[in-house]
């Protein structure tokens, strides 16, 4: 039976095994973290692309535009916002 906390591969699992699989542990939860951060900038920044497609190529009348101006505004402010927001976190996370 094959023990996932025998790093060197010894048949004993030892303090320094353990050691090893707590950084490795701290590691993956590392990279889920910043997996899912990167999800979280993609799906604003895609958000903004969708928008502005759909504005510029014309699939909304100029008149529903205009009645949602002030909310597109505020959608995209907040887009950027938190897209900016979550890669400046991320990055003073891995720098930390
Ligand atoms: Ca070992």
Partial sequence: MKNE???????????????????????????EKAEFNKKIAMFCIGAIVVLMTVLLFGFVTDTRVGVLSDTIGTFMFAMASLAGAVIGVTSWMNKS
């Fill in 5 to 31: 906390f025998d790093v060197d591969k010894d048949g004993v699992i030892t303090e320094k095994d353990l050691d090893r699989a707590d950084e490795m542990l701290e590691i993956e939860l590392k990279e």
